[in-house]
């Protein structure tokens, strides 16, 4: 009698559209840390007649809908460059240098380069990222599923 295998059904990470997702988002952090959010402004034409309304409590003027939307984008942004960071700080120390070096400290850095800044050889330095990323995934809730 042959012995079956037992299959629990487990998803199935889907690596590349994993790894392709918190590449997104880092370099998101990394453009949200170095560029300057430029509000938008609002149009302003004088209107000499009065305007009579009761309290609606509700935002309506053009004015306020800028000045809502700003402190929303403003506060977006931090908060994702926040979580980046938070996720970051809980990996490893040759992990987040890793990491760090790639991603977050420079523009238009190549693998090759941070490998031999950290003195590793492209195999070991492919599963440190490799597994840093995965880290990240699920630290972030980036895990992409395979479709069946």
């Known amino acids: 009698m042959g012995a079956k295998q037992i299959s629990f059904g487990i998803y199935e990470i889907d690596e590349e ?27 302003v034409t004088p209107l000499y007649e009065p305007r009579y309304h009761g309290q609606t409590n509700a935002v309506g003027s053009q004015t306020e809908i800028i000045a809502v939307a700003i402190v929303d984008e403003i506060e977006r942004r931090r ?20 990491i ?7 523009d238009n850095v190549m693998d090759s380069d941070v490998a031999e800044a950290l003195g590793y050889s492209t195999r070991h330095y492919r ?19 395979k479709e069946d």
């Open 79 to 98: 908060r994702h460059v926040e979580r980046v960071e938070k996720a970051v700080s809980r990996l490893g120390a040759r992990q987040q240098k890793l």
């Open 127 to 145: 599963r440190l990222k490799s597994i840093a990323i995965y880290r990240l995934a699920a630290a972030l809730g980036l895990v992409v599923l």
């Open 100 to 106: 760090r070096m790639r991603y977050l400290d420079d």
């Open 17 to 43: 559209a994993t790894k392709e997702a918190v590449e997104k988002y880092l370099l998101q952090a990394r453009e949200y840390m170095v560029t300057e959010y430029i509000p938008l402004e609002p149009k």
